[in-house]
């Protein structure tokens, strides 16, 4: 087949329906991508993923020695994939492979990241930093500011020690409790359709600074405000709390939460520029 | 941002510790454990974590010594991380233009300090690492 053919199947079976008795399975990983983007086509998205889960398995080997074990590696790992499957664009001229492999990694790190030391956690510890949460926000509204660590000992009756390490421990739980507790939804959208104007300017600066208005992009609405009224309209933790809605420790795990996310994205940027670079293409 | 040097802290605790996944743990509860010493609102401590945290995501995995001395002078809280080699972190810290770029950087760091400290500067230490002194007043 000559390559002008070639070219004229490869757009054929990458778009629209797939001739008579041809399969996902059959088609290369170009046409996948092309009918992924095209046509949002499921089938190829899970095609992509399961050709490329023997890639998740050997990235989440390299890890076995870290006291995890490793099909909780490859979980993570392959959330990663998923992650860059959805978001490879085709006209980057790198492979899939390239642009998944730092993904993939940066998965499994953000997982032992946030495993951290306190794998396994006394359930008294769980259980008093469920009550700090809440002792947090009472004693916030009424103290007009963030508690002391004193102050929290003393409204929880436990040592200082004990409040210490209950903080310590909640970070272990941050990425399943990220998306619970906060306000009402439809007050959220107000606060932001309040901020479009301010967000855009946000994202110039951003820019300017270099923290990559794309990377804020891939950010959700609220993790977007709660980092322009941070960082640029210098509110403090306790004070984007209150004016979202939302517990000032919510606040803290969305912070890092978007700090986290921009920072992978960077990785992943740097990565391909990286392997762009080594292909003499920069 | 200029440090100003304080006199006679309260409390110094020095942390030598190596590189690697349970540094940063330890470090937020040694700070942690301080800031109960020195009345630091949460928040406030928090802010001082996320600055740590930040600092320290710019740096190698492995290999070498970090250090972190705490100490809590009147009405504020110090810490300075030592044993830092990103030399495109200390460019950013010390650049005089507020808005030059962080070349190196996976995230604008200098942007990042500004916002979360109440002062910052960047210590020299044995020529071939450096240290960031970071200062939260407790109000």
Redesign the interface.
């Known amino acids: 087949m000559s390559a002008l053919e070639s070219d004229r199947v490869e757009g054929q079976r990458g778009a629209g329906p797939l001739p008579y008795g041809e399969r996902v399975e059959d088609l290369s990983e170009r046409e996948l991508l092309l009918r992924l983007r095209e046509q949002q086509d499921g089938a190829a998205r899970e095609e992509l993923i399961k050709r490329y889960l023997p890639l998740v398995k050997s990235l989440a080997r390299r890890f076995a020695s870290r006291g995890q074990p490793v099909e909780d590696l490859v979980q993570v790992g392959s959330i990663g994939l998923i992650k860059a499957v959805d978001r490879f664009d085709l006209d980057r001229g790198v492979e899939l492979s390239t642009y998944a492999t730092p993904t993939i990694m940066g998965e499994i790190k953000r997982y032992f990241r946030d495993k951290g030391w306190a794998v396994k956690v006394p359930r008294a510890l769980q259980d008093l930093n469920v009550r700090l949460n809440r002792v947090v926000e009472q004693l916030t509204v009424e103290l007009r500011r963030s508690p002391t660590i004193a102050e929290l000992a003393a409204a929880t009756e436990v040592s200082e020690e004990e409040v210490v390490e209950a903080l310590e421990s909640g970070r272990a739980y941050s990425s399943v409790s990220i998306f619970s507790g906060g306000g009402g939804e439809e007050d959220e959208s107000l606060e932001l359709l309040d901020y479009l104007g301010t967000e855009e300017e946000a994202y110039e600066i951003f820019e300017q600074r270099r923290v990559l208005a794309p990377a804020m992009a891939r950010l959700d609405p609220r993790e977007r405000l709660i980092l322009h009224l941070r960082f640029f309209e210098g509110m403090t933790q306790t004070q984007v709390a209150t004016r979202i809605g939302i517990s000032q420790m919510h606040v803290s795990r969305l912070i890092r939460k978007s700090i986290d996310n921009l920072r992978q994205y960077m990785a992943e940027e740097e990565a391909l520029a990286e392997a762009a670079r080594g292909r003499g293409e920069v | 941002m200029a440090v100003t040097r304080l006199s006679a802290p309260h409390d110094i605790v020095t942390l030598h510790i190596a590189r690697g996944?349970?540094a940063?743990?330890?470090m937020?509860?040694l700070m942690?454990?301080m800031?109960?010493r020195n009345?630091?609102?949460?928040?406030?401590?928090?802010?001082l974590h996320?600055a740590v945290?930040?600092l320290l995501?710019e740096e190698p995995e492995s290999g070498g010594e970090l250090t972190l001395e705490l100490s809590t002078p009147a009405g504020g809280f110090r810490v300075l991380l030592g044993g830092l080699v990103n030399q495109s972190v200390k460019a950013a810290l010390v650049a005089d233009d507020l808005?030059k770029?962080?070349p190196g950087c996976?995230?604008?760091v200098r942007?990042?300090l500004d916002?979360l400290l109440d002062s910052h500067g960047v210590v020299d230490m044995d020529g071939v690492s450096f240290g960031v002194e970071m200062e939260k007043r407790a109000?």
């Open positions: 996944g349970s940063l743990p330890v937020r509860v942690g454990g800031a109960s009345d630091l609102p949460l928040d406030r401590l928090d802010d996320l945290e930040t995501a808005f770029p962080c996976l995230l604008d942007l990042i916002s109000s």
